[in-house]
């Protein structure tokens, strides 16, 4: 896992709440990337960040957002949670050669 | 609408036979290609990668082709082992390390 962690590692919650996920990276990596995973549609990105405050939309990003203050912190926030965004969570970091590091996954279920 | 696309969701093969993935892409951008492995409740691992300037690239028992006229790359396991029974996902990019976009996985599973 190359020093991705990723936080809370499960979490349940009502439709309507906000929900904030964490990864949290050791390595000084540049990049860093949130993806879903969803049974039929494999991993899908949905933001990344390119550098401090850098951040871009990714493939499915409505409904979603990210911060980035640190090198080592990216946060997702889902502002007000919908059971369409019950999922397994990935966060993802890594530079400028071929190998993202992928933590090991928060699983959100939103009722 | 998919960029990457696995079409097989699943494989089965015996042990010591060969395992083969096939992943199909249709952006042309797309120059770098990784293959992932990922085992349950856990984040997918690197296997291998490779660049549009080659057509092959080997790594131990592992090794992935790329067509590029015919945007189709294949990973090729030999001899194919209990452990390797995972999911395997392929993702491709226009830029090395930036930004991959992945495919759906194919479950491969290896019977003893």
């Known amino acids: 896992d190359a020093g991705i962690t990723q936080s809370p590692r499960h979490k349940v919650t009502e439709t309507g709440t906000p929900v904030t996920l964490r990864c949290h990276q050791t390595?000084?990596?540049?990049?860093m990337y949130w993806y879903r995973q969803d049974p039929g549609h494999g991993l899908r990105l949905i933001h990344y960040?390119?550098?401090?405050?850098?951040?871009d939309k990714g493939e499915v990003s409505d409904g979603y957002s990210v911060s980035r203050s640190k090198t080592e912190d990216f946060l997702l926030t889902l502002e007000s949670a919908t059971s369409s965004q019950t999922s397994v969570y990935f966060c993802?970091?890594?530079?400028?050669?071929?190998?993202?590091?992928f933590g090991p996954g928060t699983r959100l279920t939103v009722l | 609408d998919q960029q990457v696309k696995q079409n097989s969701p699943s494989l089965s093969v015996q042990e010591g036979r060969i395992s083969i993935l096939n992943c199909d892409y249709t952006?042309?951008?797309?120059?770098?290609f990784l293959w992932y492995k990922k085992y349950p409740a856990e984040g997918p691992t690197f296997l291998i990668s490779i660049s549009s300037i080659k057509d092959k690239n080997e790594d131990g028992r592992f090794t992935v082709f790329l067509n590029k006229s015919a945007k189709h790359l294949s990973l090729h396991i030999v001899p194919s082992q209990p452990g390797d029974s995972a999911v395997y996902f392929c993702a491709a990019s226009a830029l090395r390390g930036y930004k991959y976009i992945f495919g759906t996985g194919t479950r491969l599973k290896v019977l003893a």
């Open positions: 952006n042309s951008m797309f120059d770098y």
């Open positions: 993802a970091a890594g530079g400028d050669t071929d190998t993202q590091y």
């Open positions: 390595e000084n990596h540049r990049y």
């Open positions: 960040s390119y550098g401090v405050k850098d951040t």
